[in-house]
């Protein structure tokens, strides 16, 4: 966390990835270990996992239980369509891709052990395609200058 990174330890198809934080977020993630996982699960604790269920005994919080939070918060929010960690995971690939990711990085990033699961799993549009085309093609840059 102090270099704006996490280490994800069996993750999505326990996968194990690095992957970057902003400054917010770490920040948000520094008050939650210092303010509540440090209460739930004091130090020296064998409980490895880093969120916990607020229900006692504090275990590992389950991936259902953040589907219900990930739903719940959705239509909070007013989103029409249905809403699970696997669109939120889909939508960030996809911008970042669409905001010129390097799609070998978005590949670690989700933790892909192939480049094509990442090319089918990121959808980018024709006119997506296009523009980045004609902005990075080197015979478009010659026509430009």
Request: with cysteine; net charge positive; proline share 6%.
């Amino acid at each position: 966390m102090n270099n704006g990174f996490l280490r994800v330890t069996q993750g999505k198809c326990a996968k194990d990835r690095v992957v970057p934080l902003g400054q917010s977020a770490c920040e948000a993630l520094r008050a939650y270990i210092q303010k509540v996982r440090q209460q739930w699960a004091p130090v020296p604790s064998t409980q490895k996992a880093l969120w916990l269920a607020s229900s006692y005994p504090h275990g590992p919080l389950k991936s259902q239980a953040i589907e219900v939070m990930v739903k719940r918060y959705g239509r909070v929010a007013g989103l029409e369509k249905r809403l699970t960690p696997h669109v939120w995971r889909h939508t960030c690939a996809t911008h970042l891709v669409a905001s010129g990711a390097n799609i070998a990085c978005v590949q670690r990033l989700l933790g892909h052990s192939s480049l094509r699961t990442t090319q089918i799993y990121v959808r980018t549009s024709i006119p997506e395609i296009k523009a980045m085309h004609n902005q990075v093609h080197p015979r478009n840059q010659e026509h430009s200058t």
